[in-house]
T-cell receptor, first 114, second 114 residues
Framework: AQKVTQAQTEISVVEKEDVTLDCVYE???????LFWYKQPPSGELVFLIR??????QNEISGRYSWNFQKSTSSFNFTITASQVVDSAVYFC???????????FGAGTTVTVRA | NAGVTQTPKFRVLKTGQSMTLLCAQD?????MYWYRQDPGMGLRLIHY???????AKGEVPDGYNVSRLKKQNFLLGLESAAPSQTSVYFC?????????????FGPGTRLTVL
C-alpha cells in the first residue's frame, strides 16, 4: 500500500502565484517523521524540511511554508510568490520509527512560467 | 565538505554486463543507503547499511549486491544487468538511521541497460 500519496502529478503556475502541494500519508506508528525534498532539473535531491509526528506547528522558511495536520494525515507545502527557480519535482516522504527507509511519494512536478 | 558523491554520473551497459556504483560521503555518517528512482514511483530503497561492515536489504534488493568495507564508502553492484535496472540511482547517508536524522543525497547516477 502506498504510504505517501501526492495526488498532484503536475502543477503549472505563472511567476508570483502561490502554489500548494498536497501530501497525504498513511502510518500506524505514533512516532514518525515527514520530509519534503526538492529535485531541480539538475537532478540532485535537496532536503527542505523534516517534521516529527509530535510537532504539529506550522513552519515558515522564507517563501516556503508547511502545514502539518495529523487529523487529516496531511503535510502540505506552499510556495508563496513563486519564482522560475522553484521549478522542480517536489517529493514528500515518510520515515517510521524502527524503519530505516524513507517512503517517498511519486512527486509533484512544479513548473513556474515567467 | 563534498557531502555525498557518486561515481560515475552516467553509464550505459549491455544486458548481462556487470558494474559497480561507488558512493562516498565525508560527513562521518554511520548510515548509508542506495535508492533507485523510476518515473512516477518516487524513490525506492534497494539496500542500506547501518555501519561499516554491515548491509541489509531494502524494498527492491533483487539483482543488486552491496558492500560497506569502509565507513565512508558504500558500493552497489549489478552482477548481470537487465533492462529493468535502467534507472537513476541515488546514494544517501545519515547520522542516525532510525528516522531521527535527515538523509542527505548524492547527485545520482543515470544508468541505461540496453
Amino acid at each position: 500500500a502506498q504510504k505517501v500519496t501526492q495526488a498532484q502529478t503536475e502543477i503549472s503556475v505563472v511567476e508570483k502565484e502561490d502554489v500548494t502541494l498536497d501530501c497525504v500519508y498513511e502510518t500506524r506508528d505514533t512516532t514518525y517523521y515527514l520530509f519534503w525534498y526538492k529535485q531541480p532539473p539538475s537532478g540532485e535531491l535537496v532536503f527542505l524540511i523534516r517534521r516529527n509526528s509530535f510537532d504539529e506547528q506550522n513552519e515558515i522558511s522564507g517563501r516556503y511554508s508547511w502545514n502539518f495536520q495529523k487529523s487529516t494525515s496531511s503535510f502540505n507545502f506552499t510556495i508563496t510568490a513563486s519564482q522560475v527557480v522553484d521549478s522542480a519535482v517536489y517529493f514528500c516522504a515518510l520515515s517510521e520509527a524502527d524503519d530505516y527507509k524513507l517512503s517517498f511519494g511519486a512527486g509533484t512536478t512544479v513548473t513556474v512560467r515567467a | 565538505n563534498a557531502g555525498v558523491t557518486q561515481t560515475p554520473k552516467f553509464r550505459v551497459l549491455k544486458t548481462g554486463q556487470s558494474m559497480t556504483l561507488l558512493c562516498a560521503q565525508d560527513m562521518n555518517h554511520e548510515y548509508m543507503y542506495w535508492y533507485r528512482q523510476d518515473p512516477g514511483m518516487g524513490l525506492r530503497l534497494i539496500h542500506y547499511s547501518v555501519g561499516e561492515g554491515t548491509t541489509a536489504k531494502g524494498e527492491v534488493p533483487d539483482g543488486y549486491n552491496v558492500s560497506r568495507l569502509k565507513k565512508q564508502n558504500f558500493l552497489l553492484g549489478l552482477e548481470s544487468a537487465a533492462p529493468s535496472q535502467t534507472s537513476v540511482y541515488f546514494c544517501a547517508s545519515s547520522d542516525d538511521g532510525l528516522a531521527l536524522d535527515t538523509q542527505y543525497f548524492g547527485p545520482g547516477t543515470r544508468l541505461t541497460v540496453l
